[in-house]
């Protein structure tokens, strides 16, 4: 399988949204006790938001895509 250019832009998109999610995950948990409702609710919906970026882009970039470029006749 080979991948496109806009393929492997999206696996590595999809590797950063995953580090994302998880470093914002560790905020979530430790500074939960000290922080805020909302603070806490926009963490977990930072974390959840990468996370599910995360398995779209990586959808995308491990998809096996035909060639639909047209031949030359």
Partial sequence: MK???LQKVSS???KISFATAF???????TLSADASE???SSLG???FFF???GIV????????????TP???
């Avoid at 470093?23 to 948990?29: A, Q, R, T």
């Avoid at 882009?57 to 639909?68: E, F, K, Q, R, T």
């Fill in 3 to 5: 991948k496109r250019f």
């Fill in 12 to 14: 590595v998109c999809a």
């Fill in 23 to 29: 470093v914002i995950g560790i905020l979530l948990f």
């Fill in 38 to 40: 909302v603070y806490r």
């Fill in 45 to 47: 919906a930072g974390t």
């Fill in 51 to 53: 996370f599910m970026v």
């Fill in 57 to 68: 882009l990586h959808a995308i970039g491990s998809a096996d895509l035909p060639n639909l």
């Fill in 71 to 73: 031949g030359k006749d």
